[in-house]
């Protein structure tokens, strides 16, 4: 099980990056961490000519605070959000939620930008970023744009991104401080992909929660925002809460489907018990405050 | 983890020792920690080449052309073989019973493929890299046809293989239950039918097979191979390849676990070895996890249903079990598993049991062995037992106290007449009722129903035969040769092979107890054929019984030596010697003493000093014969909770009670168990190799074959319940036990936690969507693949066309005298049989004649064309066999009834 | 296919290699480097038996090119025991608790345990046995890797906080 042959480029600068791209003409694949993409090159499920490793390009790496909210470089470990003060104060939903993606020694070498630009529907990160709203950059020699994360997922493994195009950035917008994560998962066993999971934050102001996001992972195609669900939370205080009420909200909104794992029908039924649970938990929180 | 609350106990007659008994650290275990190990891909050879292989994209098809131009431009090949370039090795693809195959079996595809995986070309090539890129250039034209997945598609598909009737690979047993049977089974108060559905495994060894085969020059083989024994590998590479002239030398130093499929080579592993005396290179080819999860032989993916007729008070009064199993396409044994119905009331009062067993051939990846190949015994009986129980509202326990069999009750024989002397699982169960609360945990699981929550307790109970020998060809006793060296160490080879059995260890603790020195003194080696004796190796629970004896008989034999020889150089009488610490000591006279190291160079070196007649040297070898089956017993308990919200079971407490006799070492023991038990739960929970109504595998990689993880292993406890065996040492086999009794214990604890809802159907595995469809009531599994398998009439492929016998055989006298050559399918594979038949009258004479001898019959009859005769065996076991056969010309068939085995086909022609 | 030099430090000592693009680094410290105690599982990053450290942190070699491990230090199983032979405190505890039998699976466990519990590493119970997930043995049932994993952390009555760090 050994790869087809390619060749590798490990650009310094984005702008390097976008070049090689644009000259593979859709010939070349992206490498960040590879957690996912060597499985893929060396059953050659994946034949690319051209791979461009963007493990060398310095400014796509790190978390920083910027106006508005922290942004983390692509390549970015996943265990540097594990170990970031600035994240387990400010979006704690993102340490959470990399504690579940693969395995210890993945999240070693995996990034966050290859979670995100993966699109796997099941995937942890990618419902983060829908659920606190995030803005994912990319670039490419035809210029830069910014896409919404919720609008970022076209279907399984599908994303908006053009063959020429390199994720530059994700862009989380700030929560207010003391906001409450949200975080339910179910999977066979540790590191496989969600069964069914549900991501969010709610932010708390005068007693009453002035924001929600709340998004789930393996219900439809892409990581899928609970609309309705939030409108439900907003403007309650935790013990106002109806958790069975938003849970289901939430699961009309969801186009869940059968695979090998379990069934659309398992999906909704458990996946309103997580969320329900989870927000019954938070409530159970808020008469303890 | 051992349980400090459970002392090990030792019965009279368990060994014990200095080392043997003790948790002794493991000979093997610092190069395996240190990465020094070596397993078959980190042997190299000068000039190796690397094979990969093109390999079937259907699973039915026959091949219209192979086109192998554009992978041959690819820099660094040196050759590509289809079937055709190995066909003139006419290798026998032999089973694990040295029987040829029912079906014609090829390295690689031999004009049709029959599964998706199936090799179809091989390519030689610098390396894997580059032997992948060709095999992808490989072109084949396949003309497709619509695949038999599944046991249900074999018994209505046109078979799989043309020219055959059916697709029964192998079939014992009455298709009609007895009317006596049927009667019992009809009048009892309560009649349980249970089925049990057993998805296909994978075994998974964390090691794939892998093979590097050197030809030194055209009188010499070498094979590095990743198997359960060298010797068994060395002696089905001879006997395949028709006995060559040709020393064939096997080493295999690590095997990364077996769990029976690594017994002997297959397609794989014999086309590489083909190739290279073909090509004169040494080839290696390592299969790759997606081959093996796609192309290496499986196991299990079995149904069976058993009816249990029971009276009022639970007492089991009848039984019927009706068994499939999926033998794949070219399974390594056509298997109907005949031992599932020899134990499947092997520890119980059981008064009658009739059986149906049948397998079948599918376009799948063939079948082969994995742990407990008859597991499905104790699955179907001990989850049998417990829906009985639910339904006759007695105590799950109580059940099994009234049916099993206890010790004071023996010796006896089980329904299918296997002698029981010394099995003990009703004693286990009571030590293990005396380690764990029942009463307890009932309170416990009433209070947690009222919050909503489900617990539930498992318990099953078995018999394992283990460490069998002298009843099978491949199953022998074992070879132990042991010396002292003039260092004063001492040197062990053994017929064993361990894939983590850590014989090298536990073989080291006996000679070092049985000789008298430190365990760090004694070196074992195995793991070539070229060393030691033959053995099957690591099959069947065997190693620690049978090999156990051989060390502690040639231990002794070298002992007496030393002890002679020592009162013959100190003057004293032998009885006086003592061997400790390896210092020759005298009791009652200090001042005489010598070490064993001085002892030694005496013996090899200075002929002079020895006692006349006595053969220079400290060396001696036993090859022990055990009993022919050594019987270990178990019962397990297991409690889980099922969340009521997703169906998902956390295995909270599991223990286990077993006697496996004399535990050599007891941490080697409860590994063995431990290994076992994850693997059940893995069947339990988890793992499945599954196919689309294609044939395609929809578990080709590891993200989706579930091996079960750490997180699904709840800690065992061990209650040890040993009593000795009848074999040199006392040891019970312990190596399949685990993998046997872990899956009904599971089944039954989820099957408990559940009761308040209905019951579970055991279909494995148990998915958190299959459980919660059961708390649920209604159905939230995946929607089944409807395989749209085209209902085709069975009909034999136009092959041959039959010789119309009426019009070429002109009417005549039928005649019998002569020689026939006859074929018997057993259930150990196809026997090959020579009859001679003399008529006198109505009267009928003669013999059959077999590798294993001639025997001649009695009470025959002639009856125009057809001869009734019997024959009584006494292997495997006393039966009589009455043959039923008819005469057409020159061909003969019929049938065989083989007592208790039921009736097996029989067909030949004249000779 | 492109071809690239490469330069790295294994088990303590330099090493250079010219390798394909396409070779990981399991493939290349097997067959360049003779480090053949790195194992392959599965090739496909679950199995945990191909597991090394580099730089220090426990990853999958087989998901990881060769060309990428240019400038790294890296660890195998082999480079851990004392020159005299003494084993590593993960190893000895490992062969003391039985916590392997086949051997293939262990290499990558020993690497996995070793780069939790070293010096200055203070990694609970709860999550060496959240990195264990990440190891697939087929033999022992994970009893004396639990038992290892129990004894080799800095808290061994299972301290179950999960703070910041990732195991």
Redesign the interface.
């Known amino acids: 099980?050994?790869?087809?042959?390619?060749?590798?480029?490990?650009p310094a600068t984005i702008s390097e990056a976008c070049q090689l791209l644009s000259e593979a003409s859709g010939g070349a694949t992206v490498?960040a961490g590879?957690?996912t993409l060597?499985?893929l090159?060396?059953?050659r499920m994946s034949q690319p000519f051209i791979?461009v490793?963007i493990?060398n390009t310095a400014e796509m790496k790190g978390i920083s605070a910027v106006d508005g909210g922290i942004r983390i470089g692509p390549a970015t470990r996943?265990?540097e959000v594990?170990?970031s003060?600035l994240l387990?104060e400010r979006l704690p939903l993102l340490?959470e939620a990399?504690?579940h993606v693969?395995?210890?020694?993945?999240?070693?070498?995996g990034t966050v930008g290859g979670s995100i630009a993966l699109g796997e529907p099941a995937a942890e990160l990618p419902a983060c970023a829908v659920a606190l709203g995030a803005t994912i950059d990319i670039a490419s020699v035809r210029g830069t744009r910014q896409v919404p994360a919720s609008e970022f997922y076209l279907g399984p493994f599908m994303t908006v991104l053009e063959p020429d195009e390199l994720v530059t950035g994700i862009t989380f917008p700030a929560w207010p401080a003391g906001h409450l994560p949200l975080f339910s998962e179910l999977a066979q066993?540790?590191?496989d992909f969600a069964l069914v999971g549900v991501v969010g934050a709610l932010a708390l102001e005068a007693g009453k929660i002035s924001r929600a996001g709340i998004a789930w992972m393996a219900m439809g195609p892409t990581p899928l925002k609970a609309t309705a669900a939030e409108q439900l939370l907003l403007g309650k205080s935790l013990a106002e809460i109806d958790p069975q009420a938003v849970a289901e909200a939430a699961v009309a909104e969801t186009a869940p489907f059968d695979d090998k794992r379990t069934s659309a029908e398992y999906r909704r039924t458990v996946g309103a018990r997580l969320l329900a649970r989870a927000l019954r938990e938070l409530t159970a929180q808020g008469e303890a405050a | 983890?051992t349980n400090m609350n459970a002392p090990e106990e030792k019965s009279a007659g368990i060994l014990t020792g200095k080392y043997i008994g003790q948790?002794v650290?493991?000979k093997?275990?610092?190069?395996?920690?240190?990465?020094?190990?070596q397993?078959v891909?980190?042997v190299s050879v000068p000039g190796q080449l690397h094979v990969a292989f093109t390999r079937s994209p259907v699973a039915r098809a026959s091949i219209v052309s192979i086109s192998s131009d554009y992978a041959r431009e690819v820099p660094g090949v040196h050759a590509i073989y289809t079937q055709q370039d190995l066909a003139d090795f006419n290798v026998d693809m032999i089973s694990f019973f040295l029987a040829s195959p029912d079906v014609k079996t090829t390295p690689l595809a031999d004009g049709r493929v029959a599964y998706v995986g199936e090799p179809v070309v091989m390519v030689i090539a610098d390396s894997r890299?580059i032997a992948e890129d060709a095999a992808s250039l490989v072109e084949v034209e396949y003309a497709e046809e619509t695949p038999l997945i599944t046991i249900d598609d074999a018994r209505h598909g046109a078979p799989v293989h043309p020219g055959r009737e059916d697709n029964i690979a192998a079939q014992m047993g009455e298709e009609e239950i007895d009317e006596d049977l049927e009667a019992l089974l009809q009048a009892a108060p309560h009649l349980v039918t249970h089925k049990v559905v057993h998805q296909r495994i994978s075994q998974?060894?964390?090691?794939?097979r892998g093979v590097l085969a050197d030809p030194e020059g055209p009188k010499e083989l070498t094979l590095y191979i990743t198997c359960q024994s060298p010797h068994m590998v060395e002696r089905w590479t001879s006997l395949a390849l028709g006995k060559p002239d040709m020393a064939i030398r096997v080493i295999a130093k690590?095997?990364?676990?077996g769990?029976g499929l690594k017994n002997h080579p297959w397609k794989e592993e014999v086309a590489v070895i083909l190739a290279a005396l073909k090509f004169r290179r040494p080839l290696k080819w390592?299969e790759?996890?997606?081959e093996n999860l796609i192309g290496a032989n499986q196991a299990r993916e079995q149904e069976m249903t058993l009816q249990v007729a029971l009276d009022n008070d639970g007492k089991l009064l009848a039984s019927h079990g009706d068994y499939s199993c999926n033998n794949g396409a070219f399974p390594q044994l056509s298997e109907c598993n005949i031992a599932v119905h020899m134990f499947v009331w092997g520890a119980y009062k059981m008064p009658a049991y009739g059986f149906l067993t049948r397998g079948w051939y599918t376009n799948t990846v063939g079948y082969a062995a994995y742990r407990g190949p008859w597991a499905m015994e104790s699955l179907v009986r001990e989850t049998a037992l417990d829906v009985a129980a639910r339904r006759l509202g007695i105590d799950p326990i109580e059940i099994r106290r009234k049916n099993l069999v206890t010790l004071s009750e023996q010796p006896t024989e089980s329904c299918m007449q296997i002698p029981l002397e010394d099995v003990t699982p009703a004693e286990c169960l009571e030590k293990l009722l005396g380690y764990f609360d029942v009463d307890a945990f009932r309170r416990e699981q009433a209070e947690a129903r009222e919050q909503g929550r489900y617990l539930g307790l498992g318990i099953a109970a078995y018999i394992e035969p283990t460490g069998s020998a002298g009843a099978i060809a491949t199953m022998t006793g074992e070879l132990a040769q042991v010396r002292i060296e003039p260092t004063g160490k001492v040197t062990a080879t053994m017929s064993t092979h361990?894939?983590?059995?850590?014989t090298q260890t536990t073989m080291a603790q006996i000679f070092a107890d049985r000789l008298g020195v430190s365990y760090e003194d004694v070196s074992v080696f195995e793991g070539d054929s070229s060393r030691g004796g033959f053995s099957p190796g690591a099959a069947g629970s065997r190693q620690g019984v049978i090999a156990g004896g051989a060390a502690i008989l040639a231990a002794d034999k070298l002992a007496e030596k030393v002890r002679t020889l020592a009162a013959h150089l100190l003057q004293v009488e032998a009885a006086a010697i003592a061997i400790d610490a390896g210092q020759i000591s005298v009791a009652g006279n200090p001042d005489k003493s010598i070490s064993l190291g001085e002892l030694a160079n005496i013996a090899y070196g200075e002929p002079d000093r020895l006692p006349p007649g006595m053969e220079s040297g400290l060396e001696a070898q036993h090859r022990y014969q055990p009993p022919p089956m050594t019987f270990a017993s178990a019962a397990n308990a297991c409690v889980v909770e099922v969340d009521r919200d997703t169906g998902f079971v956390k295995i909270q407490r599991w223990i286990s009670s077993e006697d496996c006799g004399t535990p050599l070492n007891p941490?080697?023991v409860?590994?063995q168990v431990?290994?076992?038990?994850?693997?059940a739960i893995g069947m339990v929970l988890l793992e499945e190799v599954g196919f689309d109504e294609r044939g395609n595998p929809t578990a080709a990689?590891?993200?989706d074959y579930m091996?079960p993880?750490?997180?699904d292993?709840p800690?065992?406890e061990f209650v040890h319940a040993n009593t000795p065996s009848q074999s040199v040492g006392g040891m019970r086999g312990v190596g399949e036990g685990?993998a046997i009794i872990g899956a009904p214990t599971l089944v039954n604890a989820i099957a408990d936690a559940l009761a308040p809802f209905g019951e579970v159907e055991v279909n494995l595995p148990l998915t958190p969507a299959k459980l919660l469809s059961v708390m649920e009531g209604r159905d939230l599994t995946p929607p089944k693949v409807v395989a749209p398998v085209a209902v085709e009439p069975v009909a034999p492929a136009p092959v041959a066309e039959p010789v119309p016998a009426a019009d070429a055989t002109p009417a005549g006298p039928v005649v019998i005298d002569g020689d026939w050559k006859m074929i018997l399918s057993t259930p150990m594979g196809p026997q090959e049989m020579q009859g001679h038949f003399e008529t006198s009258g109505d009267n009928l004479s003669g013999y059959l004649s077999s590798p294993e001898g001639q025997m001649e019959f009695t009470g025959s009859v002639v009856n125009g064309n057809n001869l009734v005769f019997d024959l009584k065996v006494t292997k495997p076991m006393k039966i009589t066999l009455k043959y039923n056969l008819l005469i057409d010309g020159d061909k003969i068939s019929g049938k065989c009834k083989m007592g208790i085995f039921g009736s097996a086909k029989l067909t030949g022609e004249r000779l | 296919?492109?071809n690239?030099k490469i330069e790295l430090t294994i088990n303590g000592r330099q090493y250079s290699g010219d390798v394909?693009?396409?070779?990981?680094l399991a493939?290349f410290l097997?067959d360049d480097a003779g480090?053949?105690?790195?194992?392959?599982?599965?090739?496909?990053?679950?199995?945990?038996?191909c597991?090394i450290t580099?730089d220090g942190?426990?990853?999958?070699s087989?998901?990881?090119?060769a060309?990428?491990a240019n400038g790294a230090t890296v660890v195998?199983?082999?480079g851990?025991?004392a020159e005299d032979g003494t084993?590593h405190p993960v190893?000895q505890v490992?062969?003391?608790e039985?916590a392997?039998?086949?051997?293939?699976?262990?290499?990558g466990v020993?690497m996995?345990l070793a780069s939790l519990t070293g010096e200055g590493k203070q990694c609970s119970q709860a999550q060496i046995?959240?990195?264990?997930?990440?190891?697939?043995?087929?033999?022992?049932?994970?009893?004396?890797?639990?038992?290892s994993a129990a004894r080799l952390a800095y808290d061994a009555m299972g301290d179950s906080a999960?703070q910041?760090?990732?195991?």
């Open positions: 099980m050994k790869p087809a042959p390619f060749d590798y480029y490990a490498i590879g957690q060597m499985p090159l060396n059953l791979l490793d493990n996943q265990y594990l170990e003060e387990v340490v990399v504690r693969g395995h210890h020694q993945t999240r070693n070498r066993r540790p590191g | 983890m948790r650290h493991r093997e275990d610092p190069r395996l920690l240190t990465g020094h190990g397993f891909d980190d890299a998974s060894p964390m090691e794939t690590d095997v990364g676990g769990f390592i790759d996890r997606y361990s894939q983590g059995h850590g941490a080697v409860e590994g431990s290994g076992g038990l994850a693997q990689t590891y993200k091996m993880a750490i997180s292993i800690t065992f685990g | 296919m492109s690239h394909e693009a396409r070779t990981s493939d097997r480090f053949t105690g790195v194992h392959l599982g599965c090739e496909h990053g679950v199995c945990g038996a597991t580099v942190r426990a990853v999958r087989c998901l990881m090119l060309v990428q195998t199983a082999e851990l025991a084993l190893q490992m062969m003391e039985h392997l039998q086949c051997g293939f699976c262990t290499p020993v996995t046995e959240g990195a264990m997930s990440g190891h697939i043995c087929r033999c022992t049932g994970y009893q004396g890797i639990r038992r999960q910041g760090g990732d195991a």
